[in-house]
């Protein structure tokens, strides 16, 4: 049995054991056995015959897993801002293993191999390491792990290809990867988290390695999955709960939860590279409002800079910047910019000067600043793993937030730069442990994305700060929003990127987008308009489309694509009660805003077809069922349950497919029995006031369920001082019972009187504090009826509304509301 010796003096005595560090090795060495251990409060640690570990119980079902081959661990110290805090944990010792036990897991640790096992308390094995466990080549370090009978793997961020990545490799390496394909990897964004999924349980690992990594779920071998790090220590948590949905929330505690971002970036947003001079600009934003398009963001993009240098506008293009923001704003609209991390190498040019006497650019070993080339030609390249450069930047963006400017957009953060091939020699600060670029490129981006949000704070105390960014790593959550690049203007990826951002919400980005209509490439007019009411429901509502190219705005694809997003811009605004609360809960849970099947149904086949993988719950109400604009009728799969056709109200059982239609008029959406959701009245964007009513949609089901409206001024910091309004509102069946609870916080609701409407309910009337109230009923439409532009009978357009909808009024209040009657 190993003793429980002092583990420097183990250390010192099999020092022989412990490869050099600039050692390196043709083959894989292992672990080896364990030598010694020691019990901590927060764990264990020890020694190997080759390398040293350390295991901790961050809470009851969260456990960190340390192996190097140094005397010290080398940690990120950007991505995980949790700290250990695990309750009661027990150890117990055999002859040949050590078991760790928490509230949630079992962890059996063998003291020969130092192979790995994980159980949950009834014994079910949910994830245990091959026995080649950890292990080296030269500087790599890998786990590999046994596969689990019917284990599929999904998650692991920005990455192309099916929701179960079972069969594939993937590498994180972040990427400037313009128009890139569907199946290609890697891209701008890394996530080293996975979720196994499998009959006897569900677990996440995090990798928190941020060297390049490669996750293989099986390719090229049928004996284990495993992932590796180019350098660095192996440093993973393990993380189990008994649903997915816990598993997420759980990896948000370890990395943050976003937080909550200002309502108008929930509203439509309009890029262009790029829209120039500021009389385009301006015509832009008067044809939203003349064509009653809602929309709240228009962006600019490089063309709005001077000779395209950052914290700088163009003097011919934009005379007068701060006026035409101005304009802007009196029309309801917010500006974001575009930054871009290259500093042109320009004397007199003042963020270079400054920059070079401050010592704030990347460098290489002999102290040199590197220099590559991007838009502006010869740049130098912040170093943001510095906090010096940090608050520098975040100083210099006055230049932009005195001019008006509402919202950041940090793009080329990879970093980029022409010929992509940065030499891996450069050096960074890394906060004081200084790195090489091996080691600091997939952090880069998000640093650069925290800079800007801290930058907006700074600039703006008491609002809220939106930044979005391409690149990032795990955490990137807490900063920004997050876009998936450079796409093509295709059907193929316009499916590609639902499966990105249901990725990404899987991997604890809540935020996150593509744009509408394809970056690189035209869009077709039935493409456009089905992109768009795709887009409705996704979390960034964003178009953008590339310089050369034709017009791209809702209105430029004819009358039909015209008033087809019109329906969708609408129906996006109606919803954003919903919207926002939803964002609410996830600034709290952590869980998406788009939510890939699997996270409710994770042991449901069917949801992994390649027929069926793109569906999605948004805002955890509407079943999305993505389409093909080229599609006319449409396989759907329906979970368990029972669900209603969002515009008919048709009524459907789960756990079957069906067939639906898909015109370009309306996409395929249904809601589940039980669920409840909000909307408001038409606006033009979301600093116009709506009509005071809240309309809140009830669906009768046979489970009970909830949903929490949430409300606060949408913009300031006041929510994190009590000024919000959240309510439980509750359905009981088997009671017949609808409560809206007793409001919580000192916010006055911006709603004066509520609009019960009642899907699938027979009841006639409905009872609120003793007094009946006799419901009426409405020919009710989430959109509305096209233009018959075209006289030719075959061209009509199909208008579905739900007939005789069942509605009541009543007056608003802060009080509990109870409605009984419901059958």
Same mark, same amino acid.
């Given at each position: 049995?190993?003793?429980?010796?002092?583990?420097?003096?183990?250390?010192?005595? =099999?020092?022989?054991?412990?490869?050099?560090?600039?050692?390196?090795?043709?083959?894989?060495?292992?672990?080896?056995?364990?030598?010694?251990?020691?019990?901590?409060?927060?764990? *264990?640690?020890?020694?190997?015959?080759?390398?040293?570990?350390?295991?901790?119980? @961050?809470?009851?079902?969260?456990?960190?897993?340390?192996?190097?081959?140094?005397?010290?661990?080398?940690?990120?110290?950007?991505?995980?801002?949790?700290?250990?805090?695990?309750?009661?944990?027990?150890?117990?010792?055999?002859?040949?293993?050590?078991?760790?036990?928490?509230?949630?897991?079992?962890?059996?640790?063998?003291?020969?191999?130092?192979?790995?096992?994980?159980?949950?308390?009834?014994?079910?094995?949910?994830?245990?390491?091959?026995?080649?466990?950890?292990?080296?080549?030269?500087? +790599?370090?890998?786990?590999?792990?046994?596969?689990?009978?019917? +284990?599929?793997?999904?998650?692991?961020?920005?990455?192309?290809?099916?929701?179960?990545?079972?069969?594939?490799? @993937?590498?994180?390496?972040?990427?400037?990867? /313009?128009?890139?394909?569907?199946?290609?990897?890697?891209?701008?964004?890394?996530?080293?988290?996975?979720?196994?999924?499998?009959?006897?349980?569900?677990?996440?690992?995090?990798?928190?390695?941020?060297?390049?990594?490669?996750?293989?779920?099986?390719?090229?071998?049928?004996?284990?999955?495993?992932?590796?790090?180019?350098?660095?220590?192996?440093?993973?948590?393990?993380?189990?709960?008994?649903?997915?949905?816990?598993?997420?929330?759980?990896?948000?505690?370890?990395?943050?939860?976003?937080?909550?971002?200002?309502?108008?970036?929930?509203?439509?947003?309009?890029?262009?590279?790029?829209?120039?001079?500021?009389?385009?600009?301006?015509?832009?934003?008067?044809?939203?409002?003349?064509?009653?398009?809602?929309?709240?963001?228009?962006?600019?993009?490089?063309?709005?800079?001077?000779?395209?240098?950052?914290?700088?506008?163009?003097?011919?293009?934009?005379?007068?910047?701060?006026?035409?923001?101005?304009?802007?704003? +009196? $029309?309801?609209?917010?500006?974001?910019?575009?930054?871009?991390?290259?500093?042109?190498?320009?004397?007199?040019?003042?963020?270079?000067?400054?920059?070079?006497?401050?010592?704030?650019?990347?460098?290489?070993?002999?102290?040199?600043?590197?220099?590559?080339?991007?838009?502006?030609?010869?740049?130098?390249?912040?170093? /943001?793993?510095?906090?010096?450069?940090?608050?520098?930047?975040?100083?210099?963006?006055?230049?932009?937030?005195?001019?008006?400017?509402?919202?950041?957009?940090?793009?080329?953060?990879?970093?980029?730069?022409?010929?992509?091939?940065?030499?891996?020699?450069?050096?960074?600060?890394?906060?004081?442990?200084?790195?090489?670029?091996?080691?600091?490129?997939?952090?880069?981006?998000?640093?650069?994305?925290?800079?800007?949000?801290?930058?907006?704070?700074?600039?703006?105390?008491?609002?809220?700060?939106?930044?979005?960014?391409?690149?990032?790593?795990?955490?990137?959550?807490?900063?920004?929003?997050?876009?998936?690049?450079?796409?093509?203007?295709?059907?193929?990826?316009?499916?590609?990127?639902?499966?990105?951002?249901?990725?990404? #919400?899987?991997?604890?980005?809540?935020?996150?987008? @593509?744009?509408?209509?394809?970056?690189?490439?035209?869009?077709?007019?039935?493409?456009?308009?089905?992109?768009?009411? %795709?887009?409705?429901?996704?979390?960034?509502?964003?178009?953008?489309?590339?310089?050369?190219?034709?017009?791209?705005?809702?209105?430029?694809?004819?009358?039909?694509?015209?008033?087809?997003?019109?329906?969708?811009?609408?129906?996006?605004?109606?919803?954003?009660?919903?919207?926002?609360?939803?964002?609410?809960?996830?600034?709290?849970?952590?869980?998406?805003?788009?939510?890939?099947?699997?996270?409710? @149904?994770?042991?449901?086949?069917?949801?992994?077809?390649?027929?069926?993988?793109?569906?999605?719950?948004?805002?955890?109400?509407?079943?999305?069922?993505?389409?093909?604009?080229?599609?006319?009728?449409?396989?759907?799969?329906?979970?368990?349950?029972?669900?209603?056709?969002? &515009?008919?109200?048709?009524?459907?059982?789960?756990?079957?497919? *069906? &067939?639906?239609?898909?015109?370009?008029?309306?996409?395929?959406?249904?809601?589940?029995?039980?669920?409840?959701?909000?909307?408001?009245?038409?606006?033009?964007?979301?600093?116009?006031?709506?009509?005071?009513?809240?309309? %809140?949609?009830?669906?009768? #089901?046979? +489970?009970?369920?909830?949903?929490?409206?949430?409300?606060?001024?949408?913009?300031?910091?006041?929510?994190?001082?009590?000024?919000?309004?959240?309510?439980?509102?509750?359905?009981?069946?088997?009671?017949?019972?609808?409560?809206?609870?007793?409001?919580?916080?000192?916010?006055?609701?911006?709603?004066?009187? $509520?609009?019960?409407?009642?899907?699938?309910?027979?009841?006639?009337?409905?009872?609120?504090?003793?007094?009946?109230?006799?419901?009426?009923?409405?020919?009710?439409?989430?959109? #509305?009826?096209?233009?018959?532009?075209?006289?030719?009978?075959?061209?009509?357009?199909?208008?579905?509304?739900?007939?005789?909808?069942?509605?009541?009024?009543?007056?608003? =209040?802060?009080?509990?509301?109870?409605?009984?009657?419901?059958?």
């Amino acid at each position: 049995m190993p003793q429980k010796l002092n583990l420097e003096e183990i250390a010192m005595n =099999s020092k022989s054991s412990f490869p050099k560090k600039n050692s390196s090795s043709a083959r894989s060495v292992g672990m080896g056995a364990v030598l010694s251990w020691q019990k901590s409060s927060t764990g *264990i640690e020890g020694v190997t015959e080759s390398a040293r570990f350390k295991i901790t119980v @961050y809470s009851s079902g969260t456990i960190r897993v340390q192996a190097c081959k140094f005397d010290e661990f080398d940690p990120n110290p950007y991505s995980v801002v949790a700290k250990p805090n695990p309750g009661t944990f027990a150890l117990a010792e055999t002859l040949e293993n050590l078991t760790l036990t928490t509230d949630k897991l079992k962890l059996e640790l063998n003291l020969t191999s130092f192979a790995l096992s994980f159980f949950d308390l009834n014994g079910n094995l949910l994830n245990a390491d091959d026995s080649l466990g950890i292990s080296w080549i030269g500087t +790599e370090v890998a786990n590999y792990k046994q596969v689990q009978v019917n +284990e599929k793997f999904i998650g692991l961020g920005e990455k192309t290809g099916n929701l179960d990545r079972s069969g594939k490799a @993937y590498t994180n390496w972040n990427t400037d990867y /313009f128009a890139y394909g569907t199946g290609d990897d890697p891209l701008y964004m890394s996530i080293p988290f996975y979720i196994g999924v499998h009959p006897k349980g569900v677990y996440g690992i995090f990798m928190d390695n941020t060297h390049k990594t490669v996750f293989n779920f099986g390719a090229s071998n049928n004996r284990f999955i495993y992932f590796s790090g180019e350098d660095g220590d192996m440093d993973y948590y393990f993380i189990h709960e008994p649903t997915i949905a816990g598993i997420i929330s759980s990896y948000t505690d370890l990395t943050g939860k976003m937080n909550m971002p200002p309502k108008w970036a929930l509203g439509f947003q309009q890029c262009r590279y790029s829209y120039y001079p500021d009389k385009e600009v301006l015509t832009l934003a008067n044809t939203f409002r003349d064509k009653d398009m809602p929309a709240d963001v228009i962006y600019l993009d490089i063309h709005h800079m001077e000779a395209y240098k950052v914290f700088t506008f163009d003097g011919v293009k934009f005379p007068d910047a701060k006026s035409m923001i101005a304009r802007l704003k +009196e $029309l309801g609209f917010k500006v974001v910019v575009i930054m871009d991390p290259g500093i042109k190498t320009e004397k007199g040019y003042l963020p270079y000067e400054e920059g070079k006497e401050k010592d704030l650019f990347i460098k290489y070993p002999d102290g040199i600043h590197y220099e590559a080339q991007v838009w502006p030609g010869w740049c130098a390249f912040p170093d /943001f793993t510095k906090a010096e450069t940090r608050e520098w930047w975040a100083e210099k963006m006055a230049f932009y937030t005195e001019a008006g400017v509402d919202g950041f957009w940090t793009d080329m953060n990879e970093p980029a730069s022409w010929g992509q091939f940065t030499p891996n020699l450069i050096e960074f600060d890394f906060d004081g442990n200084t790195a090489s670029h091996r080691k600091a490129r997939n952090i880069y981006g998000m640093q650069m994305a925290r800079a800007a949000m801290e930058g907006s704070v700074l600039q703006r105390k008491d609002e809220r700060p939106f930044v979005l960014t391409r690149s990032g790593f795990a955490g990137i959550q807490r900063y920004a929003a997050a876009w998936t690049g450079d796409n093509v203007a295709s059907e193929d990826h316009m499916m590609a990127g639902i499966r990105l951002i249901n990725s990404l #919400g899987l991997s604890g980005v809540a935020f996150s987008g @593509y744009d509408i209509g394809g970056f690189a490439g035209e869009a077709s007019k039935s493409l456009f308009a089905r992109w768009m009411s %795709i887009g409705t429901f996704s979390p960034l509502f964003r178009a953008h489309s590339m310089i050369n190219s034709n017009d791209a705005e809702p209105w430029a694809f004819g009358e039909e694509v015209e008033e087809i997003s019109r329906n969708y811009m609408k129906l996006r605004y109606k919803i954003l009660p919903t919207i926002y609360s939803s964002f609410y809960s996830s600034s709290q849970t952590g869980l998406p805003i788009v939510a890939s099947l699997a996270i409710d @149904y994770p042991n449901d086949q069917n949801v992994y077809k390649s027929l069926y993988q793109n569906q999605y719950l948004f805002c955890n109400t509407f079943l999305v069922a993505p389409v093909e604009s080229y599609k006319e009728i449409i396989k759907v799969y329906l979970p368990e349950g029972t669900w209603y056709n969002l &515009y008919t109200d048709g009524f459907q059982p789960g756990l079957k497919s *069906i &067939y639906a239609d898909s015109p370009l008029n309306y996409l395929p959406v249904y809601v589940k029995g039980g669920s409840i959701f909000t909307m408001q009245s038409d606006i033009a964007h979301t600093g116009q006031n709506h009509d005071g009513v809240l309309q %809140i949609h009830l669906y009768s #089901g046979i +489970e009970e369920s909830s949903f929490t409206h949430y409300e606060d001024d949408g913009n300031s910091l006041a929510y994190q001082k009590d000024q919000f309004l959240k309510r439980e509102l509750s359905y009981f069946p088997e009671e017949k019972k609808f409560i809206l609870e007793e409001a919580e916080g000192s916010f006055i609701s911006e709603f004066q009187s $509520l609009r019960i409407y009642l899907h699938g309910f027979q009841t006639e009337k409905i009872t609120i504090k003793g007094k009946s109230i006799i419901l009426k009923n409405e020919n009710y439409t989430f959109l #509305g009826r096209l233009t018959e532009f075209d006289p030719l009978p075959e061209h009509e357009h199909p208008f579905l509304a739900i007939s005789g909808l069942k509605y009541f009024e009543y007056p608003n =209040s802060s009080e509990t509301i109870v409605i009984s009657g419901l059958f």
